[in-house]
C-alpha cells in the first residue's frame, strides 16, 4: 500500500473524486467481500428456511 500511492481518478454512480490507487483498490476489495457475504447469508437463509418447509411438510 505504501507503494501505490499514484493519486487515480474514481467515479462510481454519479460521485467523482480523487484517492490513492491503494485506498481505491482496499475499498473495492472490501466492497466485494461485504457483498459477498450479504448475498451469501441471505442465499443460506432462503435455503435453510426452504429445507425447514420441506421437513415440515414430509411429517
Known amino acids: 500500500m505504501l507503494q501505490n500511492t499514484t493519486p487515480t481518478q474514481v467515479s462510481f454512480l454519479g460521485l467523482h473524486g480523487t484517492l490513492p490507487l491503494a485506498v481505491a483498490m482496499l475499498i473495492a476489495m472490501l466492497s466485494g467481500i461485504l ?3 450479504v448475498l451469501g447469508t441471505a442465499r443460506i437463509t432462503q435455503l435453510r428456511r426452504l429445507a425447514s418447509r420441506r421437513r415440515r411438510q414430509n411429517r
Do not use: F, G, P, Y
Request: glycine residues 0%; hydrophobic residues 65%; aromatic residues 0%.
Open 35 to 37: 457483498l459477498t457475504l
